[in-house]
């Protein structure tokens, strides 16, 4: 009896300071992914609606670039996605056999752009790529205003990006807003 009084005492202020404290403070609603997932697009307003070309169900890897070095991209075939863990804000990610990873998946920030590029690059810092979380919309990162953008790009394969809170006009046709949600493996 006592403690549990003593307990109403102690938590109340403290739970009342909580809910009251400024928006940025409260806590972000996150979920945990499933250990190990690969990560599949789905389109945010319809596989129409944004652009000509469907950008659903399509699976993220790195695109290679150069020797630990990759654009995030996207491929229709599973056989292609590369298996993704979370690691405290990091989204990393390997595949079968790899030996040199993890490997990081990164916004390239650049100012006043209106959407930047993402990579999956073995990172020369550990601290590279913080900044990730999961909730019910799939993965987030903490500094994205727009969420995530699919587009037929330089590769000639479908390429993740992330759109910025600027707004300059109209995205290019084959892009789509899409999220990014985890498939167990
Ligand atoms: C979009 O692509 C997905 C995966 O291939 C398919 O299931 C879906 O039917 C397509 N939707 C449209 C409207 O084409
Ligand atoms: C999917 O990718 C694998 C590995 O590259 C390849 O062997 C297979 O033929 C591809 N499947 C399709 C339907 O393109
Ligand atoms: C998780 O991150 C820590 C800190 O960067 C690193 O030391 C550790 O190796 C990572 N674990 C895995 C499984 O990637
Ligand atoms: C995003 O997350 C990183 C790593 O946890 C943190 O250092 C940074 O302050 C966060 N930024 C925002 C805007 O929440
Ligand atoms: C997930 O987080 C993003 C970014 O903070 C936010 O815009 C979105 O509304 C959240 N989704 C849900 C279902 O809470």
Known sequence: MYLSTLLTATLLPLFTSKTTASP???KRQTIDPPARYY???????????????????????S????????????????????EGYLNGSQQLFTYEDNEVG???LAVGYGPYQQWNPVTI?????????????FNS????????????????????VPQLFQL???SYGPLPSSCSKVQLLPVAI
Do not use: M
């Open 24 to 26: 940025l403070l409260e």
């Open 39 to 61: 990560l599949r697009t789905q389109t945010v307003n319809g596989p129409h609606e944004d652009t000509g070309t469907n950008k659903t169900d399509l699976w993220l890897y």
């Open 63 to 82: 695109h290679h670039t150069g020797a630990g070095l990759g654009d995030a991209g996207l491929s229709s075939n599973q056989s292609w996605a590369w």
């Open 102 to 104: 993890p490997w990081p």
């Open 121 to 133: 690059s073995i990172a020369a810092e550990s601290s590279t790529g913080q900044g990730f979380f």
């Open 137 to 156: 919309s799939g993965l987030q990162f903490n500094q994205s205003i727009g969420g995530w953008l699919a587009c037929d790009w330089w590769h000639g």
């Open 164 to 166: 910025n809170g600027y």
